[in-house]
């Protein structure tokens, strides 16, 4: 996704998401979580659309703590489809609300999402691709290949002689929290 290294600088939206966001490395499983729900509900839209309508889907999906998600049932997506601050898409919804108790299955068996995803090894992105339709809902090759990179773990986030890579190489030297 080279070409964001050279729209996102100064952007209103775009310029904070690609200086310290995108590529670096996330570990928890609140923070993976809302990067995989945003890539779920990016699909077919424009990422600068979930920019302007993240705080919104933070407030309507609890901080995007998974365990709370896992938790709404029918009158919950009844209140998000209600909510015009959000992206109100039932399957996409839906995704997101199953994909929560996923990973807190996933969390039992190997203590957390990173943890899950450390053990799977060098995979090619064919590879986690096929995985995360295994693992998840709603996961096209789009949502996974932007989802690994948004979190460092495929490369392709910023062109090489992008400043932030520096700031991503530097973030990688230092033990994730």
Known sequence: MSWYCDVAPGHPWHGPYHDREYGFPL????????RLS?????????????????????AAFRAFDPAL??????????????????????LK???????????LRLRAEHGSFAAWMDRQGDLSKEEWVALFRRTF??????????FLMSVGRLPGAHRPDCPVQAEIAAARAQPLP
Do not use: H, T
């Open 93 to 103: 919804i839906l995704a997101v609300i199953e994909n929560a108790r996923r990973l």
């Open 38 to 58: 945003l890539e779920v509900f990016q699909a077919g839209l424009s990422w600068l659309i979930v920019l302007k309508k993240r705080d919104a889907l933070r």
């Open 27 to 34: 570990s928890g499983d609140q923070a993976l979580f809302e």
């Open 137 to 146: 809902k709603f996961m096209g090759g789009e949502v996974v290949g932007e």
């Open 69 to 90: 998600v896992a938790a709404f049932g029918p009158e919950d997506v009844a209140r998000l489809l209600a909510d015009a601050g959000i992206i109100r898409n039932r």
